[in-house]
């Protein structure tokens, strides 16, 4: 069972850069996701990456600006926000699902584990 701890969030001025973790033990058995939740809003996922091989994927704001990665040593997933904007204001939490990447890595009943969330704010 994945119990998932993120850290890294903050307050930064436009253009600036965070690093998220999601800590865990055994993570490499798991998919992890990243979700985001801006106010007033529901949770959508932004970010994946695979058990097995992986291979990452990002919603399309993200794209370019944010990047997924896992250091299976550190039982950890890392997602490095770079470029940061207001509009990426939110709570962002990571998910975990046992095995493989779903088809619909970005929907939140597709995952079973949840983190507390950590809030970051984009703001001058």
């Known amino acids: 069972q994945a119990r998932l701890v993120e850290s890294g969030g903050g307050l930064v001025q436009p253009g600036g850069s965070l690093r998220l973790s999601c800590a865990g033990s055994?993570?490499?058995?798991?998919?992890i996701a990243w979700f985001r939740q801006a106010p007033g809003q529901e949770r959508a996922g932004i970010s994946c990456?695979?058990?097995?091989?992986?291979?990452?994927y990002y919603e399309g704001s993200v794209k370019g600006r944010f990047t997924i990665s896992r250091d299976s040593t550190k039982n950890t997933v890392f997602l490095q926000m770079n470029n940061l904007k207001p509009e990426d204001t939110g709570l962002y939490y990571c998910?975990?699902?046992?095995?493989?990447?779903?088809?619909?890595?970005?929907?939140?009943?597709?995952?079973?584990?949840w983190g507390q969330g950590t809030q970051v704010t984009v703001s001058s």
């Open positions: 055994e993570l490499q058995h798991y998919a």
């Open positions: 990456i695979n058990n097995i091989d992986d291979n990452t």
């Open positions: 998910a975990a699902r046992f095995g493989a990447l779903p088809y619909l890595w970005e929907s939140v009943n597709e995952y079973d584990y």
